[in-house]
């Protein structure tokens, strides 16, 4: 069995990996999931999806829920891949890698060119996603109420909700832990929270435009350095490798140590490629439009009076996923935003870690070249690179860190994007 850490997957990200955040003191007003909600619990997300797409003019709250759905069938895509070729979990900001999969199915060989395959079908499903909510007015309002507990995603691809398939079991301790608190009365047990009904609005449909254009920076960027002639290499020395073990004896190296070294040689090696100067360029035009977006999501969220079902929230009301956001947190992040923009556009630079001079990220993308570990380490990979700008501070990341150290500053970037 081939498994490959989804380390390498920078293009598939919306992994949530961070201990669960502390439940808010002030609790929002409940909302009632929408009939779409229950479809979605009843029929699943290609069905319900099938449905929508064949409506001759949806109305702006089913748009936005085709977008939605868009988004969450590549996250269901992803997890159903990696329940394929058994892809172990791995922890950090990519796609539905953090969570625990349960292996309904044996795992089949893994095709070198699977991970480029499966980019490509989430940049896609993330365009198609953007289509969608391109067809939403600037002023159309709407609210589309969801309820975490409908939500559930077909690994074994058998149509039918099956155990461990909630998206609540999916993400039990990535976000929350079904594991019951003590009642402080009795010292019991107590029951887990109900699970939260969100009602998304126009401002949020303007936080998953951001992240469409996140997500499809990162699988650019992960085409850019094409992982298939890596992945062939690997995989096809691992297996004269794994023959070899057949035959008896013992290795210096340990075999638990594979998904360790494999993972790490694909990347290294894909690294010396000449990456596709078009996709880096494509690349940082998709994170311009995150950061463009995300500012529009906190121009609208702020001019909401209501406090039912928020997602994100203004500093005048809470979340109803119980995640804590304090008082000026917007401001916190667009001034992180702020930075990246700076850096994309080769105002600021990145630090050299060997020198007071900095590496200008947006010139690399505009005009890329191979990033081999060796050069990047001593610097003669960057050298066309190296920069007079100031480089960014990281002053701004810190007061957002201090600001979120409760809730978890990583999952309050996830959550933000």
């Keep these: 069995m081939r498994r490959l850490t989804l380390w390498l997957t920078l293009s598939l990200a919306l992994a949530l990996a961070a201990p669960a955040a502390p439940v808010q003191a002030q609790a929002p007003q409940p909302v009632e999931p929408s009939p779409l909600s229950r479809e979605i619990a009843q029929n699943g997300i290609a069905a319900t999806l099938e449905r929508l797409h064949a409506l001759p003019a949806p109305a ?13 069938g590549a996250v269901e895509a992803a997890w159903r891949w990696r329940v394929t070729y058994g892809v172990a979990p791995f922890g950090g900001m990519i796609f539905g890698s953090a969570a625990e999969l349960p292996q309904t199915v044996p795992p089949q060989p893994m095709p070198p060119e699977a991970l480029a395959e499966q980019t490509q079908a989430t940049l896609e499903a993330m365009a198609r996603s953007r289509a969608a909510l391109d067809g939403l007015g600037a002023d159309e309002d709407f609210g589309l109420a969801i309820s975490l507990g409908d939500l559930w995603f077909d690994l074994d691809a058998d149509g039918r909700r099956g155990m461990g398939e909630g998206a609540a079991e999916l993400l039990d301790g990535i976000i929350w832990s079904s594991m019951p608190g003590l009642d402080p009365e009795t010292g019991e047990p107590a029951p887990p929270p109900a699970l939260p009904v969100i009602r998304f609005d126009r401002a949020d449909a303007a936080w998953l435009a951001a992240y469409t254009h996140l997500v499809s920076g990162g699988a650019e ?3 850019a350095f094409d992982p298939t002639p890596s992945l062939r290499k690997v995989f096809a020395t691992r297996a004269r490798i794994d023959e070899s073990r057949l035959a008896g004896g013992e290795a210096v190296l340990p075999p638990m140590l594979d ?20 996709r880096t360029r494509a690349a940082r035009a998709h994170w311009q439009q995150t950061i463009d977006q995300n500012r529009r999501f906190w121009t609208l969220v702020g001019q909401e009076s209501d406090d039912a079902g928020e997602w994100i929230p203004n500093d005048r009301q809470v979340s109803a996923t119980g995640i804590a956001f304090p008082p000026g947190t917007g401001i916190a992040w667009q001034a992180v935003l702020a930075d990246g923009e ?15 001079m900095g590496i200008d990220l947006g010139a690399w993308l505009e ?26 501070s990281p002053e701004s990341f810190r007061r957002f860190s201090d600001m979120l150290m409760d809730t978890g500053p990583f999952l309050a970037m996830v959550m933000l994007n």
């Design 60 to 72: 702006p709250d089913e748009r936005f829920a085709i977008a939605g759905l868009e988004f969450l």
């Design 221 to 223: 960027l992960l085409l």
């Design 259 to 278: 998904d360790f070294i494999d993972p790490l040689a694909v990347a290294i090696d894909m690294l010396r490629n000449q990456p596709d100067a078009g």
């Design 342 to 356: 700076a850096l994309l556009a080769g105002e600021r630079s990145i630090p050299f870690w060997r020198g007071p």
């Design 367 to 392: 005009d890329p070249a191979p990033l081999p570990v060796d050069g990047v380490i001593q610097g003669w990979a960057l050298a066309d690179y190296f920069s007079d700008a100031p480089p960014v």
